[in-house]
Nanobody, 117 residues
C-alpha cells in the first residue's frame, strides 16, 4: 500500500499562486494515473487535473490555462502549480494515485486551499 501526503495549501489572495505537492511513500511507476481532485463545502469531489504515465494530461475546463500538473517518477511526487487563483478555487485538494491493472486507488488526506482577500 502507498501513502500519499499533500502539502502546499494555504490562504492566498485572488490572482495569486500556490504550488501543491504530493509525496508518495513508494514508487509511483505502477500507477498509470496520478491526479488532483478537489472538494468544496457542499459540493461533490471533482477532478482538477490528471497525468498518465506517458505524460498526457487532462484538466477540468475551469482550470485550463491556469493550473499545471507535473509528475516526477524519480522523486515519487506529483505537483500542481496553480496560478491566477479565484475564490471559486477554494476547496480541499486531494492527491490520487490509481492503477487499472492493479485495481487500486489511493488518496491523500487533503490540503486546504483558500482564495480570499
Amino acid at each position: 500500500q502507498v501513502q500519499l501526503v499533500e502539502s502546499g495549501g494555504g490562504l492566498v489572495q485572488p490572482g495569486g499562486s500556490l504550488r501543491l505537492s504530493c509525496a508518495a511513500s513508494g514508487s509511483i511507476l505502477s500507477f498509470n494515473v496520478m491526479a488532483w481532485y478537489r472538494q468544496a463545502p457542499g459540493k461533490q469531489r471533482e477532478l482538477v487535473a490528471a497525468i498518465i504515465s506517458g505524460g498526457s494530461t487532462n484538466y477540468a475546463d475551469s482550470v485550463k490555462g491556469r493550473f499545471t500538473i507535473f509528475r516526477d517518477n524519480a522523486k515519487n511526487m506529483v505537483s500542481l502549480q496553480m496560478n491566477s487563483l479565484k475564490p471559486e478555487d477554494t476547496a480541499v485538494y486531494y492527491c490520487n494515485a490509481r492503477s487499472a491493472v492493479l485495481g487500486v486507488s489511493y488518496w491523500g488526506q487533503g490540503t486546504q486551499v483558500t482564495v480570499s482577500s
